[in-house]
């Protein structure tokens, strides 16, 4: 899941740079030429929800257990995983192969 997606044709790598300005929607392969859905909802999604679920219990914790503990650094690292966690966006991108209509099949034959 957490890696750089590749054209799902002829399987290009695209930089981090490059997957962090796509939209979802359908992009065209620089090298192949050929379309393809860029996806980064549900991967977000999944991220977030992790990384959400990991602070809640780590926070709870840290503050049950602690007598005198510092909301500061709690904070300040919760700060730090959230800014982990938006450079890890771009791993998070699928990009799904284009379906053709039987008349785009047909033209590819030709």
Do not use: W
Not at 13 to 28: F, L, P, Q
Not at 67 to 95: C, G, Q, R, S, Y
Not at 103 to 110: F, V
């Amino acid at each position: 899941m957490l890696k750089l997606p590749v054209c799902p044709h002829c399987g290009a790598v695209y930089s981090y740079k490059e997957v962090n300005s796509m939209k979802n929607g359908t992009s065209i392969c620089y090298h192949c030429k050929k379309k393809f859905r860029v996806n980064k909802t549900r991967g977000r999604m999944i991220l977030i929800s992790i990384v959400c679920i990991f602070l809640i219990i780590v926070n709870t914790a840290i503050m049950v257990s602690s007598e005198n503990f510092i909301p500061v650094i709690i904070m300040l690292a919760d700060m730090i995983v959230i800014t982990v966690t938006f450079l890890m966006f771009p791993l998070t991108v699928k990009f799904i192969p284009e379906k053709f209509t039987k008349a785009e099949k047909r033209e590819r034959k030709k």
